[in-house]
């Protein structure tokens, strides 16, 4: 990663009624990503997947042909990445490092994604921190994709 802005972080939480284990098992589901996983009225595919360390998915999240002006990561309606697991502990935590399967070198270099799953009061607080993200992806638009994902998770499990 050689431009200067690509160290960006988000934190966003959420307290989620549901176990931890089920949570766990939500962000290891390729059936569950396929739900949850993309923002807004974005869908999901999961082209492969692999649940251990060193292993990852390939997933494509699609925007909605309503969207006007939509210009997608690595083409006008799609944003295609791999995901490499590079922590499982379940139930507590999972590190991805994640690269988007795209030409502009705005998108370029791999950000790390790790997610804990803490007991709280009524659930399990899901906290996802974002860690070297790409120029090409404004800090507050991960946050606010991040947070309509982790609504459409809390209406998947409660």
Known sequence: MTDATSGASTR??????APRDALYRA???????AVWLSPGKMTGKVHAFDARVGGGYQMSLFYPASEQGTRGKTSEWE????????ELTPPSR????ITFDSGDPAFA?????????EESDGGTEVTI???????GIRPEDNDAGKRSSLEKLARYLE
């Open 27 to 33: 962000f290891t589901d390729p059936a569950a990503l």
């Open 109 to 117: 270099g791999e950000m790390t994604m790790a997610v804990t799953f």
């Open 12 to 17: 966003t939480s959420s307290v989620i009624k």
């Open 79 to 86: 944003d295609r990445f791999t995901a490499r697991f590079v």
């Open 129 to 135: 921190v974002f860690e070297h993200i790409p120029s």
């Open 94 to 97: 999972i590190v991805q490092a």
